[in-house]
């Protein structure tokens, strides 16, 4: 075998561990963005029903619901108009520590963000919902810029479902 | 028949006041907030009645297992040992029913107590007739009240200021930009601001 050989071998295989790290990773990828970056889900004109939920790990009626969010998730995820979106108001200095093996944990689907933008609380909470007082888990149904439900609250499998299936 | 038409009557009033509480959502700038009487960490009940000298309070609805809440110990401590002094006294209520977060038991609001030694009082919201009252809806919670003709008057209700997690990058005081002005007889200039905290817990 020449070393050329060896080269590409090793090549090949260092190239295929990287992609299917990838692969197992964007599983649970998070990102942390500030509201900007977020916004947009709350302005689309792309006729898909958003699921907005916020959340946190320390949060308990937060965690106890996401069970149902993710049941709710795998119901309706192969409707291309329909697309779920966590958004984790954890400190972000816990991302590794907390957040990323709680995702895992709880095997949390959709697309996941860390909003870490706290000095503009005042700014942004007011702009996702006028009647939001900033009290966690908040859950939001969003389609073409115009919100279809907002609870302050948490909700069982059954409530989420009624917000979405007249919309969807 | 009277007996009906009393009873008709009475539901009418129950569901209007119902109808009314939840529309309104608690208190707003201006309003007049009620007094309690709640049993304080030392097992002696605490009204702001009692508070003969007051010019008006700090409320802040607060608990122990909330990371917010525990964020902001170290300021609620602050807050109480520079304004006390100037007449408006810190006074923190639990509006959690323990039997919904254990966390915040009485018991163990005595234990946070005396660990941090909180120069305020710390009130349980037994029952949660309180909360509900004030519109308070997450913790921590303030509601800055002035006394004005023996009334107390809400002033401002939001978060303590606008950097939770590090009180070394704070950029608005909102609590004490609030108190400031009103100890100096000017109007509250932001009266209102949320913050992200913990929803109030309730059993099921």
Same mark, same amino acid.
């Given at each position: 075998?020449?070393?050329?050989?060896?080269?590409?071998?090793?090549?090949?295989?260092?190239?295929?561990?990287?992609?299917?790290?990838?692969?197992?990773?964007?599983?649970?990828?998070?990102?942390?963005?500030?509201?900007?970056?977020?916004?947009?889900?709350?302005?689309?004109?792309?006729?898909?029903?958003?699921?907005?939920?916020?959340?946190?790990?320390?949060?308990?009626?937060?965690?106890?619901?996401?069970?149902?969010?993710?049941?709710?998730?795998?119901?309706?995820?192969?409707?291309?108009?329909?697309?779920?979106?966590?958004?984790?108001?954890?400190?972000?200095?816990?991302?590794?520590?907390?957040?990323? =093996? %709680?995702?895992? +944990?709880?095997?949390? $689907?959709? @697309? !996941?963000?860390?909003?870490?933008?706290?000095?503009?609380?005042?700014?942004?909470?007011?702009?996702?919902?006028?009647?939001?007082?900033?009290?966690?888990?908040?859950?939001?149904?969003?389609?073409?810029?115009?919100?279809? =439900? %907002?609870?302050? +609250?948490?909700?069982? $499998?059954? @409530? !989420?479902?009624?917000?979405?299936?007249?919309?969807? | 028949?009277?007996?009906?038409?009393?009873?008709?009557?009475?539901?009418?009033?129950?569901?209007?006041?119902?109808?009314?509480?939840?529309?309104?959502?608690?208190?707003?700038?201006?309003?007049?907030?009620?007094?309690?009487?709640?049993?304080?960490?030392?097992?002696?009940?605490?009204?702001?009645?009692?508070?003969?000298?007051?010019?008006?309070?700090?409320?802040?609805?607060?608990?122990?297992?909330?990371?917010?809440?525990?964020?902001?110990?170290?300021?609620?401590?602050?807050?109480?040992?520079?304004?006390?002094?100037?007449?408006?006294?810190?006074?923190?209520?639990?509006?959690?029913?323990?039997?919904?977060?254990?966390?915040?038991?009485?018991?163990?609001?005595?234990?946070?107590?005396?660990?941090?030694?909180?120069?305020?009082?710390?009130?349980?919201?037994?029952?949660?007739?309180?909360?509900?009252?004030?519109?308070?809806?997450?913790?921590?919670?303030?509601?800055?009240?002035?006394?004005?003709?023996?009334?107390?008057?809400?002033?401002?209700?939001?978060?303590?200021?606008?950097?939770?997690?590090?009180?070394?990058?704070?950029?608005?005081?909102?609590?004490?930009?609030?108190?400031?002005?009103?100890?100096?007889?000017?109007?509250?200039?932001?009266?209102?601001?949320?913050?992200?905290?913990?929803?109030?817990?309730?059993?099921?």
């Amino acid at each position: 075998m020449s070393i050329r050989n060896i080269f590409l071998i090793t090549a090949a295989i260092g190239f295929l561990f990287l992609t299917n790290g990838c692969k197992s990773e964007s599983k649970s990828e998070i990102k942390v963005v500030n509201f900007e970056q977020l916004e947009p889900v709350f302005t689309k004109n792309d006729d898909v029903l958003y699921v907005v939920n916020f959340w946190a790990t320390w949060c308990g009626p937060c965690v106890k619901e996401l069970p149902h969010f993710m049941e709710v998730y795998e119901e309706f995820k192969s409707n291309k108009k329909f697309k779920m979106i966590l958004v984790s108001l954890d400190d972000s200095d816990n991302l590794e520590t907390a957040v990323k =093996s %709680f995702i895992v +944990r709880m095997n949390l $689907k959709g @697309e !996941l963000y860390l909003l870490d933008d706290i000095k503009k609380m005042n700014e942004w909470i007011p702009a996702v919902n006028k009647d939001w007082s900033g009290s966690i888990p908040a859950t939001l149904v969003i389609k073409n810029g115009q919100t279809l =439900s %907002f609870d302050s +609250r948490d909700l069982s $499998k059954d @409530e !989420l479902i009624e917000r979405i299936a007249k919309h969807l | 028949m009277k007996t009906i038409s009393k009873i008709a009557g009475l539901l009418m009033i129950t569901l209007f006041s119902f109808g009314t509480l939840s529309a309104q959502g608690g208190y707003k700038i201006g309003d007049e907030a009620t007094d309690f009487k709640l049993k304080n960490v030392d097992n002696k009940m605490v009204s702001m009645a009692d508070f003969k000298d007051a010019k008006g309070f700090i409320v802040i609805f607060t608990c122990n297992h909330c990371p917010y809440s525990k964020a902001y110990e170290d300021r609620k401590i602050a807050l109480s040992k520079k304004y006390a002094p100037l007449g408006y006294p810190v006074i923190a209520i639990n509006p959690n029913d323990p039997a919904a977060e254990p966390m915040d038991s009485f018991e163990l609001m005595q234990v946070r107590a005396k660990e941090k030694n909180f120069p305020y009082p710390y009130l349980f919201d037994d029952g949660q007739k309180i909360y509900p009252q004030y519109g308070a809806t997450r913790t921590p919670h303030v509601f800055v009240l002035k006394k004005e003709n023996n009334k107390h008057i809400v002033k401002y209700i939001g978060a303590i200021d606008d950097n939770y997690k590090n009180a070394n990058d704070v950029s608005n005081k909102y609590v004490e930009a609030a108190v400031d002005a009103l100890l100096v007889g000017k109007e509250v200039e932001v009266k209102t601001t949320v913050a992200v905290g913990c929803s109030i817990k309730v059993k099921k």
